[in-house]
């Protein structure tokens, strides 16, 4: 299994992006798919994560109405919609994948990594 994430860049303070992960191979409905970000000299934080079976989503509070994940699940492909981004915002953004049961905000549970995008806001 392979995650391919697309979709990072600049963009404005106030404004919207929208990332997405693509899995190559078999993902098992019953994984917990998540969203990342690490910014220099910060620990890795979870921001978002759903789990496949039940489309199940989960959000820290401090990103409740700033964030936004879904799936396409014909497709295979995760999305993190990100509301209004602010400068602090700017990180490289990850997806993983875990299983269901492991699901959680560490990192270290998560197994299997995409090599991130990275999202400058300004």
């Known amino acids: 299994v392979q995650l391919v994430e697309s979709g990072g860049g600049s963009v404005q303070a106030g404004g919207s992006l929208r990332l997405s992960c693509a899995t190559a191979?078999?993902?098992?409905?019953?994984?917990?798919m998540g969203w990342f970000r690490q910014a220099p000299g910060k620990e890795r934080e979870g921001v978002a994560r759903i789990v496949s079976a039940g489309a199940l989503t989960t959000y820290p509070d401090s990103q409740k109405g700033r964030i936004a994940i879904s799936q396409d699940t014909a497709e295979n492909i995760l999305y993190l919609e990100m509301i209004n981004p602010k400068p602090d915002d700017s990180a490289m953004y990850y997806c993983a994948a875990a299983p269901s049961w492991e699901c959680s905000w560490r990192a270290s549970e998560y197994k299997i990594w995409g090599q991130g995008t990275q999202v400058t806001v300004s």
């Open positions: 191979g078999y993902v098992a409905d019953n994984y917990c």
